[in-house]
């Protein structure tokens, strides 16, 4: 099973570019987010959703949007790369947000690099 | 300001010894804990969790210890493989309300057991 896929895994951008980051999953969970690792910072929530059509801020949201079209993508992008968003992006899901384990799956991560 | 705390950035121990991870967290509404583990280049992989309403939880050479009125949590792993060695991290969310599945990590904990 795919799980959690990400693409791309690595990305160089130049201060000012826009990218996008896809999420992919194949588990039919309803919630999906986007998580950001930082040394020393451990992983900070940027946005989720809890179902298709839906999408909400996290603790980090300035510089992102977010969409979700199709209940197994969630796209994550960025208008105008700043050097501070350089970061290791983690996608994950969850069956419900309200789970009674409170697991979420996360893909292998996303290494992005802005000069 | 940090509301889930690990504040050992990195353990070293020697095989077969035990490993104790300590998490701390400030966040009162907190009501269910988890432990994620993560290897280099990979996603964060679920470990174990424990309610607020348990102090206790194991599963198999893991097991988590939860002090409510400390506000802390640890994680024994007796006894400690080299395949062990890996970032820890804590993480907290509470399950009620409109949280939404949504989980504060603390800054990790690289651990390192040696042969």
């Known amino acids: 099973n795919a799980g959690v896929t990400q693409t791309p895994k690595f990305r160089v951008l130049k201060t000012g570019q826009s990218m996008t980051l896809l999420c992919a999953q194949d588990m039919n969970h309803e919630y999906m987010y986007w998580y950001r690792q930082d040394p020393g910072m451990g992983l900070r929530l940027i946005h989720y959703s809890v179902g298709e059509g839906t999408t909400a801020k996290g603790e980090v949201p300035d510089g992102y949007n977010v969409s979700r079209l199709k209940k197994q993508n969630f796209l994550l992008g960025l208008e105008s790369a700043a050097p501070s968003q350089t970061s290791v992006y983690f996608c994950a899901s969850s069956p419900t947000g309200l789970a009674i384990t409170g697991e979420l799956f996360f893909g292998e991560g996303s290494r992005l690099t802005v000069l | 300001d940090q509301q889930v705390k690990q504040n050992s950035p990195s353990l070293s121990v020697q095989e077969g010894r035990i490993s104790i991870l300590n998490c701390d967290y400030t966040n009162s509404m907190f009501d269910y804990f988890l432990w994620y583990k993560k290897y280099p280049a990979e996603g964060p992989t679920f470990l174990i969790s424990i309610s607020s309403i348990k102090d206790k939880n194991e599963d198999g050479r893991f097991t988590v210890f939860l002090n409510k009125s400390a506000k802390h949590l640890s994680l024994h792993i007796v006894p400690s493989q080299p395949g062990d060695s890996a970032v820890y991290f804590c993480?907290?969310?509470?399950?009620?309300?409109?949280?939404?599945?949504?989980?504060?990590f603390g800054q990790g904990t690289i651990l390192t057991v040696h042969p």
């Open positions: 993480a907290a969310s509470a399950l009620g309300g409109t949280s939404y599945g949504k989980l504060t």
